[in-house]
C-alpha cells in the first residue's frame, strides 16, 4: 500500500531536549516536505526537498533541521525544542511537478513543555 | 504573490442537505487547484483537482467542485452530505515558487453534518 508514514504519532517532552521525528515513504517520491498545523494559522511549510541530498527552507525554517540521505526518509530534527513548537507536523511527498498531489502522512501531535 | 481565502470556517449543515464550501485565489499565472479533506486525527486526502480541461471536477465521495477563472473561484459541492463527512475541508493552489512545490493553503473550512 502506498504510504507516507511518521513516527512519533504523538510525543510530549521538555524544552531543550532534543528529539526526531521520522517520515518514510514508500512510493520513490523525489519531492518530500514538511508542515505545521496550527488553529487559525493553517499549513505552513517548514522544509522541502525535490530529491536526495537537495534540502531548503520553507516558510517557518527557524528551530528546525532535515536531512535526506536516501530518497524514502526525510526526518524532522529538532535540536533544542520550545514550546512555541508544541504543534501538529504532518510529512508529505510527491512526483515531480506541480501538478501532482502531495500524500500525506497521518500526522505527529507535538507537545513541548 | 499566490493566496487562497476560504470563505467560510465553519459550515454546519443537515444530513442529505446539499453543501457548498467556497475557496477563492489569486494568482497572476496559470494554477492548478486541489481541495483536501482532514478526517480527524488523520492527515490530509486529497479529493479532488483541477489541472485543465473541463472546469467541472469530480472527485471521490460523491464530490465535485467547478473552476471558474473569471471569478478565481473553485468551490467544492456536494448534493446530498453524510455524517462521515464531518471533517476540515482544505482548499490550495499549487505554487509557483522556483523548484519548490510548495502547495498554497487556504486556512479550512469545517463541516459538520448533524443528523
Known amino acids: 500500500e502506498a504510504q507516507v508514514t511518521q513516527n512519533p504519532r504523538y510525543l510530549i517532552t521538555v524544552t531543550g531536549k532534543k528529539l526526531t521525528v521520522t517520515c518514510s515513504q514508500n512510493?520513490?517520491?523525489?519531492?518530500m516536505s514538511w508542515y505545521r498545523q496550527d488553529p487559525g494559522l493553517g499549513l505552513r511549510q517548514i522544509y522541502y526537498?525535490?530529491?536526495?541530498?537537495?534540502?531548503d527552507k520553507g516558510d517557518v525554517p527557524e528551530g528546525y533541521k532535515v536531512s535526506r540521505k536516501e530518497k524514502r526518509n526525510f526526518p524532522l530534527i529538532l535540536e533544542s525544542p520550545s514550546p512555541n513548537q508544541t504543534s501538529l507536523y504532518f510529512c508529505?511527498?510527491?512526483?515531480?511537478?506541480?501538478?501532482?498531489?502531495?500524500?500525506f502522512g497521518d500526522g505527529t501531535r507535538l507537545s513541548i513543555l | 504573490a499566490q493566496s487562497v481565502t476560504q470563505l467560510d470556517s465553519q459550515v454546519p449543515v443537515f444530513e442529505e442537505a446539499p453543501v457548498e464550501l467556497r475557496c477563492n485565489y489569486s494568482?497572476?499565472?496559470?494554477?492548478?487547484l486541489f481541495w483536501y479533506v482532514q478526517y480527524p486525527n488523520q492527515g490530509l486526502q486529497l479529493l479532488l483537482k483541477?489541472?485543465?480541461?473541463s472546469t467541472l471536477v469530480k472527485g471521490i465521495n460523491g464530490f465535485e467542485a467547478e473552476f471558474n477563472k473569471s471569478q478565481t473561484s473553485f468551490h467544492l459541492r456536494k448534493p446530498s452530505v453524510h455524517i462521515s463527512d464531518t471533517a476540515e475541508y482544505f482548499c490550495?493552489?499549487?505554487?509557483?515558487?522556483?523548484?519548490?512545490?510548495?502547495?498554497?493553503w487556504g486556512l479550512g473550512t469545517s463541516l459538520a453534518v448533524n443528523p
Open positions: 494568482s497572476s499565472v496559470s494554477v492548478y
Open positions: 512510493m520513490n517520491h523525489e519531492y
Open positions: 490550495a493552489v499549487s505554487g509557483n515558487a522556483g523548484n519548490n512545490r510548495k502547495l498554497i
Open positions: 508529505a511527498s510527491s512526483s515531480p511537478g506541480n501538478n501532482q498531489p502531495q500524500h
Open positions: 526537498s525535490m530529491n536526495v541530498e537537495v534540502t
Open positions: 483541477y489541472l485543465s480541461g
